[in-house]
C-alpha cells in the first residue's frame, strides 16, 4: 500500500473511475472535494475539463498523479503529462506524447506517434490511429474513430461513432461516417 493519494472529484462518473483504478493499484485514497493541506499526491478527478485544468493549474506538478488501470497498455516510450487517467484495457501506443490531464477511457486507444493536447477526452472504446494531433481539450466520443495522421483542431467535439477521415477545424462539431460538420 502507498500512502495519501487524493483524488479530488465529486461523486460524478469520473471520480467513480478514479477511485476505482485506485483501489486496484492498490493505493491507500479518499475522494475530497477540496484539497486538503497536508496532501502529498494528487489527482484531480471532475468532469468538467475546465475545472480540471483549474485546479492542476494551481498544484505543483511533482504532488500531481497519474492513474493508469493495471490492465492498460502504455508503451514504455510514450510521454505522459500530469493529471492523465488511462481505463481498462485502454492503450497509449509507442512514442506518443499525451499532454496533462488527457481521459483515455476503458477500450481506447491513443496509438502510436499521437501528440494529444491537454485535457482532451476519449470516449469508451475511441480510436485514434497513428500520428494524429489533436489540440487542447477535445472531447472524442464513444467508439469514435480519427484516420491516421490526422489532426482535430482545440476544443473541437467528435460525436459518437464519429469517423473522421479528414483535419477537423477547432471549435466545431463533427459527426457520422465519414464525419461532417454540425451546423
Ligand atoms: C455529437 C453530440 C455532442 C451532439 O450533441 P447535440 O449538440 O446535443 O446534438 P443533437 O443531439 O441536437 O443532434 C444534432 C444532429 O446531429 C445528429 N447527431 C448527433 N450525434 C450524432 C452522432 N454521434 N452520430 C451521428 N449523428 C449525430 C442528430 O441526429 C441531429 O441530426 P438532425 O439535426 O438531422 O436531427 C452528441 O450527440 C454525441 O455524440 N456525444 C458524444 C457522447 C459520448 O460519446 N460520450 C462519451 C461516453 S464514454
Redo the contacts with the bound molecule.
Keep these: 500500500m502507498t500512502n495519501g493519494l487524493v483524488i479530488i472529484g465529486d461523486h460524478d462518473v469520473l471520480a467513480r473511475q478514479a477511485c476505482e483504478i485506485a483501489r486496484l493499484c492498490g493505493h491507500l485514497f479518499s475522494l475530497c472535494r477540496e484539497m486538503p493541506v497536508e496532501a502529498q499526491r494528487v489527482i484531480v478527478a471532475l468532469d468538467d475539463a475546465d475545472a480540471r485544468a483549474e485546479i492542476v493549474a494551481c498544484l505543483p506538478r511533482n504532488q500531481v498523479v497519474n492513474l493508469i488501470h493495471p490492465r492498460a497498455f502504455v508503451s514504455p516510450d510514450a510521454e505522459l503529462g500530469i493529471n492523465v487517467l488511462v481505463g481498462a484495457n485502454a492503450i497509449i501506443g509507442s512514442n506518443a506524447r499525451v499532454g496533462d490531464g488527457v481521459i483515455a477511457?476503458a477500450l481506447s486507444s491513443i496509438e502510436h506517434d499521437n501528440v494529444i493536447g491537454a485535457y482532451t477526452?476519449l470516449?469508451?472504446g475511441?480510436i485514434l490511429c497513428g500520428n494524429v494531433t489533436t489540440g487542447e481539450r477535445v472531447?472524442?466520443?464513444?467508439?469514435?474513430t480519427v484516420k491516421p495522421g490526422t489532426c482535430v483542431g482545440a476544443g473541437t467535439?467528435?460525436?459518437?461513432?464519429?469517423v473522421l477521415v479528414k483535419d477537423a477545424d477547432p471549435d466545431s462539431?463533427?459527426?457520422?461516417n465519414p464525419a461532417r460538420r454540425?451546423g
Design positions: 477511457n477526452f470516449g469508451t475511441a472531447f472524442v466520443g464513444g467508439g469514435a467535439t467528435l460525436g459518437a461513432g464519429a462539431v463533427y459527426v457520422g454540425l
